[in-house]
């Protein structure tokens, strides 16, 4: 007979004390989460050489939203959702490069996913 390995997780709590940056988009405050390292991972993957554009643009928004408290990613996902809304990928690439300044605490190089 086999045996199955079986693994466990500890339930990690999210509390206001975790690292938390603020920001505005139109003068609408938003706060977002440091992200855990599978929330980078996932992140790194998809943005790596040999993933499409479409691929690299799906990975950023995903992880953006991801990263939000539920109310930011609601604005965000909705801004990004509507036909008129001047809200574009460029823009959060930007605001994606300094959230991970950050938290990183250094510069970072762009993500080079822009559509030309």
Known sequence: ???????????????????????????????????????????LSTIGRHTTVQTKIAGIIDFFVAVMDDDSASYVTDRLLSRTDPL???????IMEWMVEEWTGRPTQSLSVSTQ
């Open 88 to 94: 574009e990928i460029d823009q959060v690439q930007e």
């Open 1 to 43: 007979m086999r045996t199955i390995k079986e693994f466990t997780t500890a339930l990690k709590a999210v509390t206001e004390q975790d690292q938390t940056i603020e920001f505005s988009i139109d003068g609408h405050q938003l706060t977002a989460y440091q992200p855990t390292d599978g929330q980078l991972a996932i992140l």
